[in-house]
């Protein structure tokens, strides 16, 4: 399972089995890097019980700022320490809920409470242990809440995607190896309906992709390589192009994207961190009378990504293209050039989307062309 793939099973839609409570959906908003802004409405007046305590924790460590709110924790978590937890002859209810538990520790790591403020939650997790034991997911929750608030808690035989995903949550990092551990079991799954544990799955998605970005050139491969290209689509979502000012006494500014070598260099600025042997315009050997030269070469993965630049709609615009790749393709990819793949990226200044998968099927249909990536002018880019 590739990264796309694994992101679209991650993000598909879950069935509706009833609200959540209040502390297990600020949970999700806490632990998931994709639902920010989705924390639930929080009254301070109304934390009353511990579930609202627990819900603003997660709040505060998501880094909202509210006096009221943050008030209103300390209030609610000094009513929670005076209670008796594990009483005979009561039901417990707090003592065993992990979420909870877990809340309050995000909350006084956030507010930054003193040993002494802690004591009491620390000491009812201590009594929990043996009674979560038997449930894995439960059990991991509370031991991570004990590592919140004292980092040298072991966190040893807890769930692997538990582990990264509320070290992440917390700004501690993480091994490779625990992500490794991590993204094995996200994968093992996939499909699975709970929604807080795909709130932690997708935290561990972004930790181990962003990892993999930093990796050295032995880790990132054609995947990889082609991963990237196809997110570039989403990632002009913040490219300047500036319609009022936003600064004051700066003029707006509109970074045109005007021939080929505007794309060549945004996909340089993209790829060199990840591709150190990165070579741009390089010379092939001599054919004949024709002396090749493409756009962006990687040597370690035998890959070449040719840039186009379509700038009018209509069909001799798309048979010049195909026509350009193909002679391209058949002078690149020849014995001795050191290069067997050809990853294509297309510029489309008209934006005739209609045309694409037309165009796609026909260049990927010719061997050597592993992927064909079209991206069309961003509406908010209208000249």
């Known amino acids: 399972m590739n990264l796309a793939e694994l992101k679209s099973a991650l993000t598909s839609p879950l069935p509706q089995s009833g609200p959540q409570p209040v502390h297990v959906a600020a949970f999700c908003s806490f632990m ?13 007046e109304r934390s009353t019980n511990y579930q609202d305590v627990a819900a603003i924790g997660f709040a505060l460590g998501s880094g909202v700022q509210d006096t009221a709110l943050t008030s209103a924790f300390n209030e609610g978590a000094d009513q929670l320490a005076g209670r008796k937890y594990f009483a005979p002859g009561r039901a417990p209810r707090f003592e065993i809920d992990s979420y909870a538990m877990l809340g309050i520790a995000i909350g006084y790591w956030a507010t930054n409470a003193s040993a002494a403020d802690k004591e009491w939650i620390i000491d009812c997790l201590n009594q929990s242990y043996d009674h979560l034991k038997q449930d894995l997911w439960q059990y991991s929750l509370a031991r991570s ?5 004292d ?7 807890i769930d692997p ?25 996200t994968i093992e799954n996939i499909g699975d309906q709970d929604g807080a544990k795909i709130a932690i799955y997708q935290r561990v998605y972004d930790v181990c992709a962003a990892a993999l970005v930093r990796m050295p050139i032995h880790g ?27 600064v004051r006494g700066v003029t707006p ?21 990840v591709f150190p042997d990165l070579v741009d315009e390089e010379t092939l050997q001599k054919m004949g009378h024709t002396s090749p030269r493409y756009d962006i070469g990687i040597p370690s993965l035998h890959t070449i990504v040719e840039v186009k630049y379509m700038r009018r709609r209509g069909q001799s615009e798309l048979k ?12 690149y990819l020849r014995e001795g050039s050191g290069y067997s793949t050809l990853v294509v990226f297309i510029w ?34 209208e000249r």
């Open 161 to 185: 995607t538990i582990r990264v995903g509320v070290k992440a949550a917390t700004g501690i990092s993480t091994t490779e190896e625990e992500r490794v551990s991590a993204w094995g079991a």
């Open 253 to 273: 500014q509109k970074w045109e994207i005007d021939h080929e070598y505007h794309v060549q260099n945004l996909l340089w600025t993209i790829l060199r961190p």
């Open 145 to 149: 809440a004990h590592a919140v608030m």
């Open 320 to 331: 010049k293209i195909t026509d350009e790749i193909a002679a391209d393709r058949s002078l």
């Open 32 to 44: 998931s890097p994709w639902l920010r802004g989705a924390m639930p409405t929080l009254k301070p």
């Open 220 to 246: 990132a491969g054609l995947n990889e390589l082609i991963e990237l290209l196809v997110g570039v689509s989403e990632s002009m979502s913040h490219w300047t192009y500036e319609v009022t000012r936003r």
């Open 151 to 157: 980092s040298a808690k072991d966190l040893e035989g």
């Open 348 to 381: 489309d200044e008209a934006r005739q989307t209609e045309e694409y998968k037309t165009l796609q099927d026909g260049l990927e249909s010719l061997t050597g062309i592993e992927k064909v990536i079209i991206l069309p002018r961003p509406s908010k880019m």
